[in-house]
């Protein structure tokens, strides 16, 4: 480009000014310093005013094409250049002829590469959009780097500025020489801190052009990587729950990139992970075992922490046992008592033993106790209580002592007494006694070894037939439910008594038949009274005067008890019974029972108020206490038959396994306390009444009790209140209680919901996560793929969330989110689109060494999301022209040298566009060789450079030879260049270029011709004095040719005679 400087302060008009006064005149406009962008379409405008048919010339200052197309119409002239590439920088001239008047306009622009003035059209090109990413990743506290990548720009001169939100923070300017536009990067370093995270770094690119300022730039939010700062654990609904609840613990962690987490429990002081690559971890339903201390551990490759949250599932106590060892006692042996149960909060364990007042704590050590030697007088009831904060569990077992009968005893009785019987043994088994029996008068009855205590009673009767008292007989005060038991009743000495047999309910009599006076009770709990001429007896009291003693008419003495007759306590409540003697001063009370065992109360008495009171009720109270008062001679009896009772007031209903849609499944209602086992349960869903049932159990203490409703359940049915509701079975005195369940139908995942944040459509650089939530229970395990290649590849799994951070081209394709559980499995895709303007685009070329006639194939690839647009160019004299080729691929069969030099590939798509630029070089043999001879005519003296070019791959070897009488020389030339500093006419003559390479060789002969010159001979008026010079120097010439041509006869001699001779002298 040399030949074509001219000076800065030139004018654009160069053509010769004919007339000065004349009205002819040329516009060019755009004129003087014209940028132009790089792809842009350019015009030039030239008119010729004052003149209505000019001629038109378009030229610039070398040999090359225009590089784009005139349209000329009237006195306007139009140059247009479509897209304006780097080889339409050059100097433009128009030129307009009008008549023989001629102007010339030349378009001079500034040239960019240089501070000072050229005559070029200024060609420019900076993207509009820059590419700011980190290099690698940011790390706090770690060198790092962030890369600013200008995808386009010419030329390659610039200012960079880094900024921090809206503060500078480093400025560099970048100078180099290119021909084509090119990529540039910039590179700025950090030390990052965590407070840089999330902060804007701009990069802003500012092209150095004069007057011409152009700019772009571009952003990167910064995300600095970061080992976890910090742990929130939180517990759903709560870190203590009752048992049955769902519970989630969640774990989040502050960190960048997201941290793994891991779950793990306490166990023997040791951690066990129970979960891993889960923020999640849920337990459904919570159980007491899950109770303990949990760790939640996040990390990354920065850096791991931990962080510890203790989590409670509390309960009333379930499940107690009390376990005798060995199970088969006999007197003499060891026994143990090892009471067990699961609780949370733990539970007091207290051990009891019945005896005839109740029940006596025992001396324990949580909840075991042993005899070292077990005797029959230990055999009995025993009983574990198991007591937190939220209730108790009693549960009872009877211990049996094997051994031989002793200790029997039986009463001496007078006639006339009123008779109490108290009988004792030793037990052999659940129903027979072994009895020996004597009485006053010497006689003696001895018992069958097997008789039973009923037959035995029969019997003493009988010996005491002479009494007159009123008699029933019986076994006992009380039955055991469904067992047949008869009852009769006998006055002596009054054999032909009427009995009249009543049954009592609710305080309504009914008149029963009887048969030989005695009937079947198959009822429990009900009241029977007998009458006998106008008194009425209790059927429970065991011995009664006759009617016709003791009936006194009329008198004002009477006797109150408060509460009397049927009474309910409940178990553990105090009950206090009131008995007041009315219109008697002195009155003398007596308290007594139906049975021989001790009252099991206190007697308080103050005036004509005696007071029972029993602090703590128990079953060993269900007695009918009697309270007679005497007043003088006269004596008055009330009773109070005691029911005891017992009922928790909540109850305990949770699912046996789990339920599953459609599956037949079970819900267990569990009482913990209850007494007597006779019950009516109901069962609810919201307010509709599903099931009713009746249960009847006899135990002698309170128990537990567990009843089940089956279902099949439906998926409507989760959320729902199931309820058990408990009414004890008791005369006149509905107890109830109840207990609910929510119901969780386990069922598979139904539905799928996959989110994208900040949306499934991203700028490459953005920090995405993709979450997908299952509506399923129990929580679906969630599994992410990815689709390539047509198979389902997984990319995270047990896990909610992916993390892409940051997103990148490569992430763009289908994801499928899996979720599952033990019932199925569903799926569902999410089709993903990370966004960007082409990068890494290249254009290779196949193979990478090209020989003439190969075939070569280019091949274009890029990076992008939309997909590119792929164009290929070839660079010709007229700028880029675009090639047939297909999807960024072209095929060359059979390449030549004329096919070699730039070739680009243009990557577009809405986003923007990334230019790369190569080159093909074609190996052959030399071509297009020219030898050229400047200046093109040579005078004598003159300077003349000889110049030999060819077109060549490898690189030629030139060689310059001139052609002499005996062939061709080879001439001292440096790589095809030879300078002849002042020619002469003998220099004229032929001159070779030979160029070779490894695949061959060509010549170009050119021919030197040198004008001689010709001296300038003046006339003697005009110099005188150059005339006798001339003719000086003219006899000079001849002498000096006359002894050149002495010594030359002399020298040819010489070659003869091996000398030289000059007038007789040997030289």
Not at 388 to 415: M, Y
Request: glycine residues 6%.
């Amino acid at each position: 480009m040399a030949g074509d400087r001219c000076d800065p302060a030139a004018t654009i008009t160069l053509a010769l000014m004919l007339a000065t006064g004349s009205a002819f005149n040329l516009e060019l406009n755009p004129s003087r310093n014209v940028w132009a962008r790089i792809g842009d379409s350019l015009e030039l405008n030239c008119e010729a005013k004052n003149c209505s048919s000019p001629t038109f010339t378009w030229r610039i200052g070398t040999d090359n094409p225009l590089g784009g197309t005139i349209t000329t119409r009237g006195s306007v002239s139009t140059f247009t250049i479509s897209a304006v590439t780097t080889q339409n920088q050059h100097k433009y001239t128009c030129s307009a002829k009008c008549g023989t008047e001629e102007k010339t306009n030349i378009c001079q622009p500034q040239y960019i590469l240089e501070q000072f003035s050229f005559c070029f059209l200024c060609v420019a090109a900076l993207s509009d959009t820059l590419i700011v990413e980190t290099v690698g990743s940011l790390e706090v506290g770690q060198r790092g780097s962030v890369r600013c990548t200008v995808p386009k720009v010419y030329p390659a001169q610039v200012e960079v500025e880094w900024l921090k939100g809206t503060t500078l923070v480093k400025t560099d300017s970048f100078r180099d020489y290119t021909e084509e536009e090119t990529a540039m990067n910039f590179i700025y370093e950090l030390t990052p801190e965590l407070r840089d995270s999330g902060q804007e770094l701009t990069c802003r690119v500012q092209l150095l052009t004069e007057n011409q300022p152009r700019k772009a730039e571009g952003s990167l939010t910064l995300q600095v990587h970061y080992a976890p700062t910090g742990i929130d654990i939180t517990a759903e609904p709560s870190a203590t729950v009752r048992e049955g609840q769902d519970v989630r613990l969640t774990c989040a962690a502050d960190s960048s990139p997201a941290a793994t987490i891991v779950w793990s429990k306490l166990s023997a002081g040791n951690w066990s992970v129970v979960a891993e690559d889960r923020a999640i971890l849920h337990l459904s339903p919570a159980l007491f075992g899950d109770t303990g201390m949990y760790r939640c551990e996040a990390g990354n490759k920065l850096g791991t922490i931990t962080k510890e949250v203790e989590f409670h599932v509390q309960g009333s106590p379930r499940d107690t046992t009390l376990s005798i060892t060995p199970s088969a006692v006999k007197g003499g042996d060891r026994v143990t008592f090892s009471c067990t149960t699961q609780s949370n909060r733990p539970a007091h364990l207290v051990l009891r033993r019945q005896s005839a007042s109740g029940w006596s704590e025992l001396d324990y050590a949580n909840g075991t106790l042993t005899i070292r030697d077990v005797k029959p007088a230990d055999a009995g009831l025993y009983q574990c209580e198991a007591i937190n904060a939220l209730g108790k569990q009693i549960n009872i077992t009877k211990l049996q002592v094997q051994g031989s009968p002793r200790d029997t005893t039986l009463s001496d009785v007078k006639e006339g007494d009123r008779v109490t019987f108290n009988c004792t043994t030793q037990q052999i088994n659940s129903n027979k006694l072994q009895v020996q029996c004597s009485i006053s008068d010497g006689a003696a009855m001895a018992a069958s070894p097997t008789v039973s205590p009923f037959v035995f009673f029969l019997l003493f009767l009988l010996l005491f037939k002479n009494l007159c008292k009123l008699e029933l007989t019986s076994h006992g005060d009380y039955y055991i439910w469904r067992e047949k038991v008869t009852i009769g009743c006998t006055i002596h000495n009054i054999p032909s008594a009427n009995f009249t047999w009543k049954k009592v309910v609710n305080n309504s009599e009914n008149v029963l038949s009887f048969s030989n006076n005695s009937f079947t009770i198959l009822e429990k709990y009900t009241s029977f009274r007998s009458t006998v001429g106008d008194s009425e007896l209790d059927a429970n009291e065991l011995s009664l005067t006759s009617p016709d003693v003791g009936v006194v008419q009329g008198s004002a003495f009477n006797l109150e008890l408060n509460p009397s007759r049927n009474v309910w306590a409940r178990i553990g409540d105090s009950l206090e019974l009131n008995c007041e003697a009315k219109s008697c001063s002195s009155p003398t009370f007596t308290w007594r029972i139906g049975t021989d065992n001790p009252l099991g109360g206190t007697i308080t008495t103050r005036g004509s108020v005696s007071k029972f009171t029993i602090s703590a009720v128990t079953t060993q109270n269900q007695h009918k206490y009697t309270c007679s008062a005497k007043c003088g001679t006269e004596e008055k009896r009330k009773y109070a038959n005691l029911n005891i009772f017992s009922l928790s007031d909540t109850l305990i209903v949770e699912t046996v396994g789990s339920l599953e849609v459609g599956q037949r499944g079970s819900v267990r209602c569990t009482v913990p306390k209850v007494y007597p086992a006779q019950v009516e349960v109901e069962w609810l869903k919201g307010t509709t009444l599903l099931k009713t049932d009746s249960f009847r159990d006899y135990t002698e203490e309170e128990t537990a009790m567990n009843f089940t409703y089956e279902l099949t359940a439906e998926l409507r049915d989760s959320g729902q209140e199931l309820t058990c509701r408990v009414q004890l079975l008791t005369e006149n005195q509905p107890r109830k209680a109840e207990g609910s369940l929510t119901l969780q139908v386990h069922y598979a995942p139904t539905g799928i919901d996959i989110t994208a944040e900040p949306s499934a459509t991203v700028r490459e650089g953005q920090d995405v996560r993709l979450t997908c939530a299952a509506d399923s229970s129990p929580a679906a395990t969630i599994v992410w793929s990815k689709l390539s290649a047509g198979n389902w590849s997984v990319v995270a799994e047990d896990r909610a969330i992916l993390h892409l951070s940051p997103a990148l081209f490569g992430d763009t394709g289908m994801y499928r989110c899996e979720a599952g559980n033990k019932l199925g499995t569903i799926t569902k895709e999410v089709e993903f689109h990370v966004q960007g303007s082409p990068r890494d685009t290249t254009l290779s070329i196949t193979p990478s060494a090209v020989k003439e006639g190969d075939r070569v194939t280019f091949s274009c690839t890029t990076q992008s999301n939309p997909s590119a647009h792929l164009v290929l160019k070839r660079q010709s004299s007229s700028g880029w022209s675009e090639l047939d080729s297909e999807n960024g691929t072209l095929t060359i069969r059979d390449v030549q040298p004329a096919d070699a030099g730039l070739y680009q590939c243009e990557a577009t798509n809405a986003l923007g566009k990334q230019i790369n630029i190569t080159k093909l070089q074609v190996q052959g043999s030399p071509r297009d060789t020219t030898l050229s001879i400047t200046p093109s005519a040579v005078k004598e003296g003159d300077r003349v450079t000889f110049s030999c070019t060819t077109q060549s791959n490898p690189p030629a070897h030139l060689v310059l030879r001139r052609q002499s009488s005996s062939g061709w020389s080879k001439l001292d030339s440096e790589n095809g260049t030879l300078t002849i500093r002042d020619v002469q006419p003998a220099d004229a003559g032929l001159y070779q270029c030979e160029a070779t390479n490894a695949l061959g060789k060509q010549i170009n002969i050119t021919k030197l011709q040198v004008q001689e010159k010709i001296p300038d001979i003046a006339t003697p008026a005009e110099n005188p004095a150059g005339v006798l010079e001339a003719v000086c120097i003219g006899a000079a010439l001849v002498s000096a040719g006359l002894i050149c041509s002495a010594l030359f006869y002399a020298f040819r001699r010489s070659n003869l005679i091996k000398s030289y001779k000059i007038a007789g002298e040997i030289l």
